[in-house]
């Protein structure tokens, strides 16, 4: 009698159910002919068990991995806090989040990790230098001994005054530049190339994805203007809830145009482009932004009024600098992770064809 493991058969499923929908549809959908004509390989249950637990191994790292970098946003929310920078109707204790680092940490399997970046090397389609090899290596170090000097970052925080830090007016043209006019480019070749943002391709994550360039003459009446390190934040919903805004960078000739459905914010003399960032990335403004929307429903927009509205700490530039700098380096710890979590992804797959289809 053939026996099946059904935790094997779940993660089979798991892996090779795309192959169960109809395809080319926007919707794909389940197709119960091919369901039940669906023939699965049938290992050995010893063969099964093994798959089951190196997959169950891969699958206690990803969780890990997912688990720290829900810790090291927290974290970022706990510096802002300490610096004075935001309020926040959840309260973030430093202390409580670097323990659950540290025991999340301890969690992880670094040879595992180290071996993907290894076999990430030697599998890329490009040659990889030895130069660059030693870098992803110290970035793997760097991630591994983070924890250990987290503690110092933390001591160079800077706390807010008894009174708290200089607040300003998001229309205090003094700092900021809300919407700014495409008067200022009425000059310029209308041949330039530069770069076209959709909305589509701002993440919810903070950062721009992808971005194409266009010649000026074919984007300059009816997008919205924008220039390197100028903010955008969507302002219609759902995209504004979502959380869809970014800074743009590396924009073809310093310039950009994108999706009318932004709200540009330029930081003037004064304000760091990257600390205003931070301040309006904010979920409890979204959620104040939120109520402010007008329009018909399903086409809600925020007002540039509500940002008018808005108020921001303003420390010192050198301070707005340290504050970036510091939330940087643990926004790199996010980025090693997420890369990490992309590659153990895959790593089920390959487990089912090493014992499976090899």
Partial sequence: MLKIKARFLYILLEICGQKLYKQGQQYPQFDTNIFYSFKIPLPPLEIQKQIV????????????????????????????????????????????????????????DFNLLLSLIEEQISHSEVLVEETQSKERKQDFNAFKNFSKTIQELLQTLSTPPKDGWKRISLKNEQYIELNPSKKEISKLDENMLVSFIEMASVSDKGYI??????????????????????????????????????????????????????????AKTGLDSSFLFYNLNQQNIREKAALAMTGASGHKRVPISFYENLTIPLPPLEIQEKIVQNIELVEQQIDFLNLKLELLEKEKEKILQKYLFS
């Fill in 53 to 108: 637990a190196e997959c169950e191994k891969i699958e206690e790292q990803h969780n890990t991995l997912s688990l720290s970098i829900k810790e090291y946003q927290k974290l970022i929310k706990a510096m802002l806090q300490k610096c004075g920078i935001i309020e926040d109707n959840q309260e973030y204790e430093l202390n409580s989040i670097l323990e659950n680092l540290q025991k999340l940490e301890s969690k992880l």
């Fill in 209 to 266: 994805q992808s971005k194409i360039d266009r010649s000026l003459n074919e984007v300059r009446k009816g997008y919205t203007y924008f220039i390197e390190n100028d903010i955008l934040i969507a302002k219609i919903t759902p995209c504004m809830e979502n959380g869809k805004c970014a800074i743009a960078k590396n924009l073809t000739n310093n310039i950009g145009f994108g999706s009318t459905e932004f709200h540009i914010f330029r």
